[in-house]
T-cell receptor, first 115, second 111 residues
Framework: DTAVSQTPKYLVTQMGNDKSIKCEQN?????MYWYKQDSKKFLKIMFS???????INETVPNRFSPKSPDKAHLNLHINSLELGDSAVYFC??????????????FGPGTRLTVT | GQNIDQPTEMTATEGAIVQINCTYQ??????LFWYQQHAGEAPTFLSY????GLEEKGRFSSFLSRSKGYSYLLLKELQMKDSASYLC????????????FGQGTELSVKP
């Protein structure tokens, strides 16, 4: 009965590689997000999709490309990984506007380590 | 632009009360959220304020003053398990409704 799930939980890879992180939510939410949390615990939004459509695209390198095959899934592909990409990446989802609850629900996170 | 400030660290004693403050500046304020994050885990929702005043939920309460750009999270009857990072986040309607997070306050509860 997991609400927001991410795979993998841990990812260790070398500089220059390409990797993907997958996210799925079974809450029936329309909006999904990707956040990056760095070593200083600062949580910053990267992308947001609503019903498979990109609505927020922060200043993120083009090496990061989100893909939403349907509104329950939002994957993150990262090309040419760099040391500075090492962080914890959180997926989140939230219900559509007008609902009584509007908080975001976070996945367990993917700890990415680039060596 | 947006700016959210909260203390980096706080320490309190088990059984006591602690207040974590958050000040913010944003152009399109549309709600303030508090999240709790234990080490190595995901943030979990604690409270939401969009109107001025106090919202109480068990041992946790959150207060908002929109005119002052100020909120606080009040934790009563502290327990050891309350040791965590507490994140203040503001929703901005002028930026697609995204949440802007503060850096978090690391709370240590000591016996």
């Amino acid at each position: 009965d997991t609400a927001v799930s991410q795979t993998p939980k841990y990812l260790v890879t070398q500089m220059g590689n390409d990797k993907s992180i997958k996210c799925e939510q079974n809450l029936g939410h329309d909006t999904m997000y990707w956040y990056k949390q760095d070593s200083k615990k600062f949580l910053k939004i990267m992308f947001s999709y609503n019903n498979k459509e990109l609505i927020i695209n922060e200043t993120v390198p083009n090496r990061f490309s989100p893909k939403s095959p349907d509104k329950a899934h939002l994957n993150l592909h990262i090309n040419s990984l760099e040391l500075g990409d090492s962080a914890v990446y959180f997926c989140a989802s939230s219900p559509p506007p007008g609902r009584t609850t509007i908080e975001q629900y976070f996945g367990p996170g993917t700890r990415l380590t680039v060596t | 632009g947006q700016n959210i400030d909260q203390p980096t660290e706080m320490t309190a004693t088990e059984g006591a009360i602690v207040q974590i403050n958050c000040t913010y500046q944003t152009s399109g304020f549309n709600g303030l959220f508090w999240y709790q994050q234990h080490a190595g885990e995901a943030p979990t929702f604690l409270s939401y304020n969009v109107l001025d005043g106090l919202e109480e939920k068990g041992r946790f309460s959150s207060f908002l003053s929109r005119s002052k750009g100020y909120s606080y999270l009040l934790l009563k009857e502290l327990q050891m398990k309350d040791s965590a990072s507490y994140l203040c986040a503001v929703r901005d309607r002028n930026q697609g409704g995204k949440l802007i997070f503060g850096q978090g306050t690391e709370l240590s509860v000591k016996p």
